[in-house]
């Protein structure tokens, strides 16, 4: 497996990672929607996983668009997505960043987290549908 910086030339292995998941943003996501920073590791060209910092105030970044390929085994993806994490911990590092968020309502992931050092913030997440408002 091999990790790279993502470019917007990848946007279509993007794409076609997140059309392999049940629930998926291939429909709605589009290329100016992606940080400017983000990895995806793959092999042999096919993505595998991909994810992004979304930088936000205050030093803080947010781990944003996570999207593993289904079309790959459950251990390769395991893999992946650690090498994809710590490099974005990484990159959070030599960013000097204060700290790293993300939001999720699957317990895996939550349990992953919580195992290299991430924890529970009680908090109620609130959205607005903004689009009704555009012409």
Do not use: W
């Given at each position: 497996m091999i990790?790279e ?9 993007l ?8 629930h998926?943003l291939?429909?709605?996501?589009k ?14 060209k096919q ?10 105030e205050c ?8 999207v593993?390929n289904i ?8 893999e ?8 974005l911990?990484?990159?959070?590092k030599?960013l ?11 317990t895996s ?8 050092g ?7 997440v609130?959205?607005?549908n903004?689009?009704i408002y555009h012409?």
């Amino acid at each position: 497996m091999i990790i790279e910086a993502y470019t917007p030339d990848m946007f279509d292995h993007l794409i076609e990672m997140h059309k392999t998941r049940k629930h998926t943003l291939a429909d709605i996501l589009k290329p100016d929607d992606i940080p400017g920073i983000g990895f995806i590791v793959h092999r042999n060209k096919q993505g595998i996983a991909a994810g992004f910092l979304r930088l936000v105030e205050c030093k803080y970044a947010q781990i944003d668009t996570l999207v593993t390929n289904i079309k790959f085994s459950s251990a390769d993806r395991a893999e992946a997505m650690d090498m994809l994490v710590n490099e974005l911990i990484d990159t959070a590092k030599d960013l000097k960043l204060k700290g790293l968020l993300f939001l999720t309502d699957e317990t895996s992931i939550i349990e992953r987290a919580s195992k290299i050092g991430f924890t529970h913030v009680n908090q109620h997440v609130m959205s607005m549908n903004m689009t009704i408002y555009h012409s």
